[in-house]
């Protein structure tokens, strides 16, 4: 099985660079052609090739030693972001995708409550040894010390984010194509996940309004919130109010979707630390940057303004805000 998995990793390694290669290719294509029919039917297959191979590359995980899972699981999602963002109305890629991480959601979650199960068997043991002493007293376990209980509440917020993550793109699959049955079964599924009434909401860094385009630029926190009108800054939830010096009344930022032509990542050690991204703005010809906590906050808010700008395009909000609706 392992040596069989070893020849699968390299095979999939091949596939991962031959399909980079033509995805680029064809793009370059497109960049100079808008209208070329061959490149726009190449285009499509290079999509289908690697929302397959995000498949692939998941399946493998399972077949990998645990250490070794983490990355085969950021390469499929890299996989499948790479198609959306080639096609944006590839919804089976955009599902999968969602998929993908609810699966990875649903690990964690049950990796978490068995370290609880186990750190209280150790705490029941350690009382029956100790002749009678209270359960947990003098011992020291992840779920009974100050700092256990940090990193317990830190991992449930991972996994809530997660999960909210993964409820994203199952929205934008069914506001892509809201007449297919799987998709609204799964959205009846994951709605709840969401941070309702938004798609995507969290922190991040913003140029502080009054200070913006001077030489003193101020860097601050700010709560978001992402539907399908736009960007804006929102006042936190009552769980995050006053933490990470977010303001507890929201600052006069934000950027109206349909000002949105364009999204990416950035890498400008000018910014802040964490991890930067990029709104091209038609208001604004140079943009806008925000700074995410890390990667997949960042690929996640990028990827959710990219698809919401194109259902604004082709005039499939209607989807979204009923996802959006709370009922």
């Not at 030489?215 to 109010?241: S, Y």
């Not at 140079?286 to 997949?296: K, M």
């Amino acid at each position: 099985m392992l040596a069989g998995s070893s020849v699968a990793a390299t095979v999939s390694a091949i596939l991962v660079l031959a399909v980079a290669a033509a995805a680029n290719k064809y793009e370059r294509s497109l960049a100079v052609q808008p209208d070329n029919p061959q490149a726009c039917w190449a285009l499509h297959i290079v999509c289908r090739a690697c929302n397959n191979l995000g498949l692939v590359l998941q399946d493998l995980s399972s077949l990998r030693p645990p250490a070794e899972r983490p990355a085969y699981l950021h390469h499929s999602l890299s996989k499948f972001r790479r198609a959306i963002r080639l096609r944006p109305d590839f919804d089976r890629a955009c599902y999968n995708l969602g998929t993908v991480l609810y699966a990875h959601a649903c690990a964690l979650q049950e990796a978490l409550l068995a370290s609880q199960e186990q750190a209280e068997a150790a705490q029941q043991a350690g009382a029956a040894s100790g002749g009678g002493r209270p359960a947990g007293a003098g011992l020291s376990s992840p779920t009974t010390g100050g700092r256990g209980k940090g990193q317990q509440l830190a991992s449930e917020r991972a996994i809530q984010s997660t999960f909210a993550h993964a409820a994203q793109y199952i929205s934008l699959a069914y506001a892509m194509q809201p007449s297919k049955q799987v998709y609204a079964d799964s959205l009846s599924a994951v709605q709840r996940l969401l941070p309702l009434p938004w798609l995507r909401s969290g922190p991040l860094l913003a140029v502080h309004p009054q200070t913006e385009g001077t030489p003193g630029e101020q860097w601050v926190p700010c709560w978001f919130g992402l539907d399908h009108n736009g960007l804006q800054a929102v006042r936190p939830p009552t769980a995050f109010a006053g933490q990470h010096g977010l303001p507890s009344a929201p600052l006069p930022i934000g950027f109206e979707l349909a000002d949105v032509v364009d999204a990416r990542r950035v890498n400008d050690p000018s910014l802040p630390a964490g991890a930067p991204f990029w709104l091209g703005l038609r208001s604004k010809p140079r943009g806008v940057y925000l700074v995410a906590a890390d990667e997949d906050d960042a690929e996640g808010w990028v990827d959710a303004t990219l698809l919401l700008a194109h259902l604004l395009r082709s005039g499939r909000l209607g989807g979204v805000k009923a996802a959006l609706a709370v009922r």
